[in-house]
C-alpha cells in the first residue's frame, strides 16, 4: 500500500473484481483487504451468501491480479527493525585473555625495586595460577644483610599458612643444621641468613613446581639475591638447584662442587624435607654445610 493511501478502502476499482464472501474470506486469511463497494456491502446478508460449492475452489493467487495482492498486503511494521539490526561494538572473544602472555601480569621493573617495592610486588602478584589457590604468599625471612642466603624450593602447606618459608620439621631441621655452623634466621651478619624459597606460592596438594611457574618467579628470586649481596648461597633441594644452576643433573653429581650463581659461590645439598624422609643422607648434607663454610672463608 502507497504511503499517502488510507489502509481501508481503495481509490481505483478497476483491479477489484466481483468475490464472493468464500474467496473474500480466504484472502483475508492470507492477510489480503479486499475493497467493496458501499452499496454491495449494504445489501450483502446472511441470504446474500451462496450455497456450499462442492467443486473445489481454484487459488485465489489465479483469481486476484497481482497489483491488487501487491497494494493490498498490510504494511508491515519498520519502526523496531532498527534495534534489531542497530550496530553495537564488536564483541571481545572469549579466548582472548588467553593470549595474552602472563608476564605481562608481573609487575614491570622488578630488577630496579628496593626490598618494600619488591615485597608488595610478591604479594600481589598474579602471574600464574597459583595466585588462586594460595592463602599467603612466602617471600623470605632473615636478615638481609646476612653473608649466608639459603634457597628453598616452594611453600609447603605450613609455610602457606604462616606466610614465612622452611616452618614445620623441615623448618625446625634447617634451623638445627644452622645452628651447626654458627647461624639462625633471627642473626644478624655473621651469625645469621637470609631463607626465601624459589616460589613464592604454594602449588596445590604440595606438588612439584611446574616449570611457567618457576619462571615467573625466578625474578623476584634474582632481585632479593641481589639485595642481600651474599658471600654464600646454600641450594636446598632439586627445584632450586635446577633454577639457579640452569641444570636438569640430579643432587648427587653436583653435590661436593663450588658452581657460581651471578658470580656467587653455590653449594648444592639435600632440602630437609628430604632428609627426613633420608636420613642416612644427613652425613652428605654436613659435608656440604663443611664445604660451604670453608667456600664462605675464602
Same mark, same amino acid.
Given at each position: ?37 458501499? =452499496?454491495? =456491502? ?26 491488487? =495482492? &501487491?497494494? %493490498? ?16 561494538? &564488536? ?62 624450593? %616452594? ?49 596445590? &596438594? ?78 652428605? =648434607? ?13
Amino acid at each position: 500500500m502507497s504511503d499517502t493511501q488510507p489502509d481501508d478502502t481503495f481509490e481505483d476499482t478497476s483491479f477489484v473484481p466481483h468475490l464472493d464472501a468464500r474467496q473474500r474470506a480466504m484472502l483475508a486469511e492470507m492477510g489480503v483487504r479486499v475493497w467493496a463497494p458501499r =452499496a454491495e =456491502a449494504a445489501v450483502a446478508g446472511p441470504a446474500a451468501e451462496p450455497a456450499p460449492v462442492s467443486a473445489p475452489v481454484s487459488a485465489p493467487a489465479a483469481v486476484v491480479p497481482e497489483p491488487v =495482492a &501487491a497494494r %493490498a498486503v498490510p504494511p508491515v511494521t519498520t519502526s523496531r527493525a532498527p534495534v534489531a539490526v542497530a550496530p553495537s561494538p &564488536a564483541p571481545v572473544p572469549a579466548a582472548a585473555p588467553a593470549a595474552v602472555p602472563v608476564e605481562r601480569l608481573r609487575p614491570a621493573g622488578v630488577a630496579a625495586m628496593d626490598w618494600p617495592a619488591l615485597q608488595a610486588a610478591v604479594s600481589g602478584c598474579e602471574a600464574c595460577g597459583l595466585c588462586k589457590t594460595r592463602r599467603n604468599t612466602v617471600f623470605g625471612v632473615g636478615d638481609i644483610g646476612a653473608d649466608w642466603m639459603i634457597v628453598g624450593e %616452594a611453600p609447603g602447606e605450613n609455610e602457606d599458612l604462616q606466610g614465612e618459608p622452611f616452618v614445620g620439621a623441615a623448618g625446625q631441621l634447617l634451623d638445627n643444621m644452622l645452628r651447626a655452623v654458627g647461624r639462625s634466621r633471627a642473626g644478624e651478619g655473621a651469625k645469621g641468613a637470609y631463607i626465601a624459597n624459589v616460589l613464592k606460592c604454594r602449588p596445590p &596438594a604440595n606438588r612439584n613446581p611446574q616449570p611457567q611457574e618457576v619462571a615467573q618467579c625466578e625474578p623476584y628470586l634474582a632481585r632479593q639475591v641481589a639485595l642481600v649481596k651474599p658471600k654464600i648461597i646454600v641450594a636446598m633441594g632439586r627445584f632450586a638447584v635446577q633454577s639457579l644452576l640452569r641444570t636438569d643433573e640430579p643432587i648427587g653429581r653436583l653435590r661436593g662442587r663450588v658452581h657460581r650463581y651471578e658470580g656467587v659461590p653455590v653449594i648444592v645439598t639435600y632440602h630437609p624435607a628430604y632428609l627426613l624422609r633420608t636420613p642416612a643422607d644427613k652425613a652428605k =648434607a654436613w659435608e656440604d654445610l663443611c664445604l660451604a663454610m670453608e667456600t664462605a672463608g675464602q
